[in-house]
């Protein structure tokens, strides 16, 4: 079989293609040069000139040319999927293909999401937001790669598997016949001979099952320990806040080098931190349903029994490994990862969460429910974190931005996870060694790991336009 053609029968349009992004970056430059030195448009009378300035007529091609793009993108995508063969659909065609369970979910997604925005609250909000809507996209769609990468309808190989004579083959190389079930390594092999495709979309599932859930324990640290601080002040404040700063005069890197290095984890040091620190989301709910139903004790007796056998169900089986169904199987290093991650953040989280509640404890509905006689973690869980939401999303959304990229740093370093891991970070590490000679097994999970930080940066910037308006 004769290698596959980026494009395959489309590759008519790849001068197009090209010429568009070219055109693209000539009025991207324009804009920037005639921004110093454009003219202030003139006044007639009371209106402006009618005239459009050389500016808004370069910013007007711009937008055009961009929706060119991906217009022909778009023909690149779908036309992959209709076309039959795989010399025809080329690699771009194969991979969409590849990826038509994550496509039907985005349009689910965005549908439902579009018809019910106006009963969805801040997320509804975020669908009026452009730079919203892109950035949601982006993080969804590396959501649903990596769901639907573990459950093996993407990925074309075995991840780890090494197929005989693929060693560093570039994009579109043929298996051997009889080797695989697929018979194209789509995005070339890597130096062990293993499928670049299989592998990023691989390390998609590891980064989503630990980035989002690791920010959100931290989340729930920060929130625990940083109302109260803020509510109470006085030595509490002055404790936890020299906690906090201790923390945080370490560098992060260093701090996890330290955290996840063998001779660190030899200790059993991570296990004592998991045991300290995963308890703190049992702490926090308990604390949330009991303030909410406290004028309800069946109600109350009822959740709080519920979250406690499930929390602390889930906490043995997470942080000791010692759950009685073995049901819940966390591995050593992951946790080890998982530890970090939450240790590192939860300081940064205290403090922001400390001065906003710092600043809405003053206002007059807090005092209000003073008046009124609720308690001290009603108001704190009640009145105060919900009118500091907006700011709070926001940061989490970028958090787990730095968590993405924190955790592509340890594997680069070769720490925390296993070294046959598919996870993004290891599989740079892998291909930066023949860099200069095979770029493809380094660039792929490299422009995977830009494109999610990306697109979670940008979902932050619409959250927060939306809050504003609020």
């Known amino acids: 079989m004769e290698p596959l053609t980026w494009t395959g029968s489309f590759s008519a349009l790849n001068p197009i293609y090209i010429a568009a992004w070219a055109a693209f970056a000539v009025t991207v430059i324009a804009q920037i040069v005639l ?75 965005f549908f439902l999401s579009i018809t019910f925005k106006r009963r969805l609250g801040l997320y509804g909000k975020l669908f009026d937001s452009m730079v919203g809507m892109i950035g949601f996209a982006i993080v969804m769609f590396w959501v649903f790669t990596g769901i639907f990468g573990a459950m093996d309808m993407i990925v074309t190989h075995d991840p780890l598997a090494q197929v005989s004579g693929m060693k560093n083959k570039v994009p579109g190389t043929p298996t051997p016949e009889g080797s695989e079930i697929y ?31 690791a920010t959100l324990f931290a989340f729930m640290v920060g929130i625990t320990l940083g109302l109260p601080a803020a509510y109470y002040g006085g030595r509490l404040d002055t404790f936890l806040s020299f906690l906090a700063n201790l923390i945080l005069a370490f560098p992060v890197i260093l701090l996890f080098y330290l955290l996840v ?43 709080l029994g519920i979250t406690l056998v499930i929390g602390l169900w889930i906490y043995m089986g997470i942080a000791w490994n ?22 590192v953040n939860s300081p940064t989280v205290y403090r922001i969460v400390r001065g906003l509640a710092l600043d809405i404890k003053t206002r007059d509905y807090v005092a209000a429910g003073q008046t009124r006689g609720e308690g001290p973690w009603y108001i704190m869980l009640w009145e105060i974190l919900p009118n500091a939401r907006g700011p709070l999303i926001v940061d989490f959304c970028l958090r787990i931005g730095y968590t993405t990229i924190l955790l592509g740093t340890l594997g680069f370093f070769g720490l925390g996870l296993s070294p046959e891991s598919p996870d993004w970070g290891s599989t740079i590490n892998d291909g930066r060694r023949l860099l200069s000679i095979y770029p493809h097994p380094a660039l792929a999970p490299a422009l995977s790991l830009m494109s999610l930080v990306l697109g979670l940066n940008l979902l932050a910037d619409g959250l927060r336009e939306e809050s504003l308006k609020d």
Do not use: C, H
Request: charge should be positive; aromatic fraction near 12%.
């Open 183 to 213: 018979e194209y390594y789509l995005l070339g092999g890597d130096n062990l001979a293993r499928d670049v495709f299989s592998r990023v979309i691989k390390g998609a599932w590891e980064v989503i099952k630990i980035a989002p859930f």
């Open 322 to 343: 010692l759950d009685p169904l073995g049901i819940i199987d966390f591995p050593p290093n992951l946790l080890v990862v998982f530890v970090s991650v939450v240790f």
């Open 261 to 303: 290095t063998p001779e660190i984890v030899a200790t059993g040091i991570p296990v004592y931190m998991a045991g300290v620190l995963f308890i703190f989301p049992i702490v926090f709910l308990t604390i949330l349903i009991n303030s909410r139903y406290y004028t309800q004790p069946q109600k109350r007796n009822l959740y």
């Open 35 to 109: 921004s110093f030195v454009s003219p202030t448009p003139e006044i007639q009378g009371n209106a402006l000139a009618a005239k459009r300035t050389p500016g808004e007529l370069v910013g007007a091609a711009m937008r055009y040319i961009f929706l060119g793009i991906i217009g022909l993108t778009l023909v690149y995508l779908a036309g992959g999927i209709i076309v039959p063969g795989f010399e025809s659909k080329g690699i771009i065609g194969n991979i969409s293909t590849r990826f038509l369970p994550v496509w039907i979910a985005l349009g689910a997604t």
